[in-house]
């Protein structure tokens, strides 16, 4: 597994439970370490142990752990990286979700070597789609769940999206798009400030 996934997963358990709670999860896991090297590889058990030590700790199920990571990655300050990479799929949430078969190559753009789940979108008609992840790791389409919950927010779209479990190789969502424009989104611009 990509160092930046596990990173990822540290930064949402300190920034959201703080280090005590990170440093408790790790020793559970059974590792020797505090601190996650973005760069390097780590078996996908590692990742496991921490999320399965994660749950126990939390006291919830590693599915909303999932989707509270996935929404943590587009609307946390100290990840905006994320939310910028994500909003250039495009200036409307329908035209975002257009374009999450891209999304792995745009990821690859930045990290090379960071391998993300393969997304396939399909159109029902009427606001209604299904996205399809396939991945490694089984459970990351709770991650999918919650950064489409997130941008949804981010670009005043009103959206219902519900994980449907696993369709042979692949994990289903259902997203139900009530509104394109419920709410103002947050601000957005192609280029960053310079103060």
């Given amino acids: 597994m990509h160092g930046m996934i596990n990173r990822a997963i540290e930064r949402f358990v300190r920034d959201t439970y703080g ?23 780590y078996d996908a058990k590692v990742t496991h142990d921490v999320l399965s030590a994660l749950g126990s700790v939390l006291d919830r199920p590693q599915q909303d752990i999932l989707e509270d990571i996935g929404t943590y990655l587009v609307s946390h300050p100290k990840v905006e990286a994320l939310r910028r990479l994500l909003r250039f799929g495009g200036p409307t949430f329908t035209e975002f979700l257009h374009s999450l078969d891209d999304l792995p190559a745009r990821a690859r753009l930045a990290v090379p070597d960071l391998v993300l789940p393969d997304l396939e979108l399909r159109e029902h008609g009427s606001g209604h789609f299904s996205a399809f992840c396939r991945g490694q790791t089984a459970g990351w389409g709770h991650v999918v769940v919650g950064l489409l919950r997130a941008l949804a927010d981010d670009y005043g779209a009103l959206a219902v999206l519900e994980h449907k479990g696993a369709r042979g190789d692949a994990e289903v969502i259902d997203i139900q798009l009530l509104a394109v424009e419920h709410a103002s989104g947050r601000r957005f611009d192609l280029g960053v400030g310079t103060g």
């Fill in 19 to 41: 280090r005590d709670i990170w440093g408790t999860v790790m020793r559970r896991a059974g590792l020797d370490y505090s601190e996650f090297e973005a760069m390097l590889t």
